[in-house]
Structures are given as structure tokens and as C-alpha cells.
DNA sequence: ATGACGCATCGAATGCGA
């Protein structure tokens, strides 16, 4: 089965990409970040017509928002982070039942951060720990577990286009790195650094000055595999064609296959 | 160059993203 995170960068202005890139892909599970919309503006029918006949949604108005959607059932959804108290949606869980057994999909919309030494940054921080620990908590009681989505974190300075002039800036310092390594060593593994992968591939590119053309961008969307899932995983890669798209989302999606 | 580009908000200029 396939799983895909992607960043739509608003699922109103993005919903045909959506429709058509899950036509050419027709995974069995696409979790989405930056909705940017309310639950009931969730377009529900059109992507039940497109197969996602189970959908469970965690909007809010105007930012954040995140999905889980599926061919399969999900059960024991879940918002947020428990014991976080939070204003933004940004994490919804949820239980798929496969022929392997249970898996567990934690789909998250990290916190950006700005820049350090910033009160958005010191509140990623604080995001990030009360991740670390829902997801410790959340690994024990669902050993097949992935954690997925937008990161706003590039772990090393392959994941990134420009790693020395981009030195301690956000998605580049040392503390996001820090934070990434010990979601890691909850017992979680970089399932795109599995398999051999193009050089310079990256998940994000900036709208401005030519970003994408000359592929200016970033590895911060991201999927987690814990240990005991690691063996099923078949494959993961990035695919960029639909950021060459008209208006497209400054993200690609990046598709994970468990066997 | 506190910029560029794109999206959302009610109606224009601003916040936010990364």
C-alpha cells in the first residue's frame, strides 16, 4: 500500500491538483497539511468521487489544517497533541487496519519558526517537545507506526540547496536538527534515506526568483517509519511533476510503500 | 534590499509561509 504526505498550500486553490495528481496516483492514503479552511469547507464529495471515502479533517480557518484521507477505513482519530494545549491544528492520527496488521499514521504540520531567537521559533521548540513525547507515547501503543508531514526541518545539509549560506537560519539550526535526531531515536527511521535517492532532492522550492527552475529548495517534508515497520518498506520517493504545474504548491508530495 | 511569490482575509494592505 502507498502512503503521501503533501503540503497543498490551501486545499481550496488546490483541490484540482489534488483530483488530478491522485488520478495519476491513486494511493491508498494521502495526509494533507495547509488546508486553510474550516471542517465544512472540506470539499468531502469530491474526493469520495475521486475513491477517499474516508476522510477525517482537522481545519481551521485561514491557516494550519491537516487530513488523513483514505480508501480504508480509519479508526481512533485523533487531534492534536495530547497534554499540548494548542491553538493551530497541525496533527491528526489515525489507525488503518492492513493485511500486515494495524498501522498507525501521525500526520503533522510542524511548526515554520521564522527565525531564531523569535517567539514563533521558541514556540516550535515547545511544539516539538510536547511531539516528542505524544509520539514516544503513541509508539508504544502502536509499535507499526508512521509519523508523517511537513516537518519544517531539513536534517542535514544534503537537504538542502544552499547548506552554508543557509548556516543557522530556520529549518537549518542546530536545535530543529537536535529535534529531528530524537523523534529518530524514539525508534524511527528517515524512510526516503532507505533507498538510494537522486542528489539534490528536495520537497520544497520558494515561489520567488525562479525557486523551482533552478532548484533552489529543501527536504522538509518528511516520512518516519518506526523500527518495526522498517522491513515492510518497499520504496519512497519525492515526485515533483505536479510542482510544474500551473499554480501549483510551493510542496511536492512524497509517497511511502509498505509491503 | 526586512524584497521577490502565493494564499487568505472581505473590499486594501497585511499576516504568514519557508
Not at 177 to 187: A, N, S
Not at 230 to 241: E, N
Request: net charge neutral; charged share 30%; with cysteine.
Amino acid at each position: 500500500m502507498k502512503i503521501t504526505t503533501w503540503n497543498v498550500n490551501s486545499l481550496t486553490a488546490r483541490l484540482q491538483h489534488v483530483l488530478d495528481w491522485t488520478a495519476a496516483n491513486p494511493v491508498d492514503v494521502l495526509c494533507l497539511q495547509e488546508l486553510k479552511l474550516t471542517d465544512d469547507k472540506f470539499p468531502l464529495e469530491a474526493l469520495r468521487s475521486a475513491g477517499y471515502e474516508h476522510c477525517a479533517v482537522f481545519g481551521q480557518k485561514t491557516y494550519n489544517g491537516v487530513a488523513l484521507m483514505s480508501r480504508h477505513p480509519v479508526r481512533d482519530v485523533v487531534k492534536n497533541i495530547d497534554g499540548f494545549a494548542d491553538e493551530h491544528s497541525r496533527v491528526i492520527a489515525g489507525t488503518l487496519d492492513t493485511p500486515q496488521g494495524e498501522l498507525r499514521v501521525v500526520n503533522a504540520y510542524f511548526v515554520n519558526g521564522q527565525a531564531p531567537g523569535t517567539p514563533k521559533f521558541e514556540y516550535k521548540m515547545s511544539w516539538l517537545r510536547g511531539l516528542r513525547d505524544y509520539v514516544r507515547e503513541e509508539l508504544a501503543r502502536h509499535p507499526r507506526l508512521m509519523l508523517l508531514g511537513d516537518f519544517n526541518i531539513a536534517p542535514e545539509d544534503r537537504d538542502s540547496w544552499d547548506p552554508d549560506g543557509l548556516r543557522e537560519t530556520i529549518h537549518h539550526t542546530t536545535e530543529e536538527r537536535d529535534h529531528f535526531r530524537r523523534l529518530v531515536e524514539l525508534g524511527l527511521c528517515d524512510g526516503f534515506r532507505l533507498f538510494e535517492q537522486p542528489e539534490k532532492s528536495f520537497s520544497w522550492w520558494d515561489y520567488r526568483m525562479l525557486g523551482y527552475q533552478k532548484n533552489r529548495g529543501l527536504r522538509i517534508d518528511h516520512i518516519l517509519v518506526s523500527d518495526q515497520l522498517k522491513p515492510q518498506v518497499k520504496g519512497c520517493a519525492i515526485d515533483r511533476t505536479s510542482r510544474k504545474w500551473k499554480q501549483p504548491s510551493d510542496h511536492a508530495p512524497v509517497t511511502v510503500e509498505i509491503g
